[in-house]
């Protein structure tokens, strides 16, 4: 069964210091799409970044980098220069392909940046 | 401004009484879908739609209904609330297929509707 899965509960990270949030997957389609989403304490869901299946660079947006590793079906999210408005939860997801267009999270990791 | 809109944002209910909770997106798209978040659990899909009239259960549907009479409206019914449907809610759309090259899937959240069950 499709599952994604977040290892890391709670991280902290010094300010200006870059921190990786980890997120491996699991799926038998070929076809899929991989996302991250930040949720701040105000409770809306922000889109971040995306990564198709078959993309084959590293999706990249400002400050934030997506490590794809096929292979290893991880999709690492990349802060850099952590600032203090960084500090939230986050939630990496994957969307399914096979026709039914499902898409399924993983459990969020909150990340708390220190000044 | 594109936006999904979710009521009510905030509701405390009783068990058995039933609720609807609304979500109208103005961005004429066909994709619709419901997620409760839980701690510790992430984001669960309830319900989605790919478009009018064509609904699916996601992984955690008891308890809920839905329907798509109309595009831009998707409303989540609890016939009869129980505590364990204490959560909050997220209403989220996603543009067509047909976008191009560009798509991703990108879904497009509501603010949230955080319901509680006494």
């Known amino acids: 069964a499709q599952k994604i899965t977040q290892t890391q509960p709670g991280m902290f990270v010094q300010e200006k210091e870059a921190v990786t949030l980890d997120c491996t997957y699991d799926?038998?389609?070929?076809?899929?799409?991989l996302f991250w989403y930040k949720q701040p304490s105000s409770g809306e869901m922000i889109f971040l970044i995306y990564?198709?299946?078959?993309?084959?660079q590293n999706a990249t947006e400002g400050r934030y980098s997506l490590n794809f590793q096929k292979a290893r079906k991880s999709a690492n999210l990349v802060i850099s220069a952590s600032q203090l408005g960084d500090s939230a939860m986050y939630f990496c997801?994957?969307?399914?392909?096979?026709?039914?267009?499902?898409?399924?999270f993983g459990t969020g990791t909150r990340l708390k940046v220190l000044a | 401004e594109a936006q999904v809109t979710q009521n009510p944002r905030y509701l405390i209910t009783v068990t058995g009484k039933k609720l609807t909770v609304t979500c109208s997106q103005n961005?004429?798209?066909?994709?619709m879908s419901w997620y409760r978040q839980d701690p510790g659990l992430g984001l669960r899909q309830i319900y989605y739609?790919?478009?009018?009239?064509?609904?699916d259960k996601g992984d955690v549907p008891e308890g809920y209904k839905v329907s798509r009479k109309e595009k831009r409206n998707f409303p989540l019914i609890l016939e009869s609330p129980s505590p364990n449907q204490t959560s909050l809610y997220f209403c989220?759309?996603?543009?067509?297929?047909?976008?191009?090259?560009?798509?991703?899937?990108?879904?497009?959240f509501g603010e949230g509707s955080r319901l509680t069950v006494l």
């Open positions: 989220a759309s996603r543009p067509p297929l047909e976008a191009g090259p560009s798509f991703t899937g990108e879904l497009f």
């Open positions: 799926t038998s389609d070929q076809s899929y799409g």
């Open positions: 990564q198709g299946s078959y993309d084959e």
């Open positions: 997801a994957m969307r399914e392909y096979a026709g039914t267009y499902k898409y399924i």
């Open positions: 961005m004429n798209h066909e994709y």
């Open positions: 739609s790919m478009n009018v009239e064509v609904t």
